[in-house]
């Protein structure tokens, strides 16, 4: 069983811009990830993605401000988000994609406000 850690997440402006980081208690390597948020009163969705050797795919709602990325020798994983709006309040998590049920951490909170 992997064990995930989600940091990095707080209070931003609108147009700032944070650094969530995903610390895996094991090898991750092989394993498509992807970070995730669910928004209150909302369902989780997908919002990145990145293969073993660095594919990435994003939501529309996402791209071209936010980045995914990976080190599979510390087996972390990163989403760097710039250019932050109030809808992209919710708490973040990584996970497998797809999900892999048992592992969800507790998330990062991420608020974007003025």
């Known amino acids: 069983q992997v064990h995930l850690v989600e940091s990095g997440g707080g209070l931003v402006q609108p147009g700032g811009s944070l650094r969530l980081s995903c610390l895996a208690s094991?090898?991750?390597?092989?394993?498509?990830m992807g970070w995730y948020r669910q928004a209150p009163g909302k369902q989780r969705e997908l919002v990145a993605t990145?293969?073993?050797?660095?594919?990435?795919t994003y939501a529309d709602s996402v791209k071209g401000r936010f980045s995914i990325s990976r080190d599979n020798v510390k087996n972390m994983v990163y989403l760097q988000m710039n250019s932050l709006k109030p809808e992209d309040t919710a708490v973040y998590y990584c996970?497998?994609?797809?999900?892999?049920?048992?592992?969800w951490g507790q998330g990062t909170q991420v608020t974007v406000s003025s």
């Open positions: 094991r090898s991750m390597s092989t394993y498509v």
């Open positions: 996970n497998t994609r797809p999900p892999t049920h048992n592992a």
């Open positions: 990145i293969t073993h050797d660095g594919m990435t």
